[in-house]
């Protein structure tokens, strides 16, 4: 999957960026568990990724610092 900026409503305080509702595709999805999150640096400055589940799906956001733009990474089934 390539990444494709979407919508999302967060939570920016006390240091922390937590996603809670995001828009994809025509439909709301809420953040029901926030599983990991990390940082990485490249030459576009600062990115935070985070790891969450909603319904049986994974999904991977990316939130960057310099432009303030989200991404959708991946998704996954967490059906196997």
Do not use: C
Not at 24 to 37: C, N, P, Q
Not at 67 to 79: A, F, G, K, P, Q
């Amino acid at each position: 999957m390539n990444k494709e900026q979407i919508f999302v409503l967060a939570y920016f305080g006390k240091g922390k960026i937590v996603p809670r509702i995001f828009f994809w595709k025509g439909k709301v999805i809420k953040v029901e568990k926030l599983t990991y999150s990390w940082k990485t640096v490249d030459e576009g400055g600062i990115k935070i990724h985070f790891s969450i589940i909603s319904g049986s799906f994974y999904y991977h956001l990316l939130y960057s610092l310099s432009s303030s733009r989200w991404y959708l990474i991946d998704v996954e089934s967490t059906v196997i």
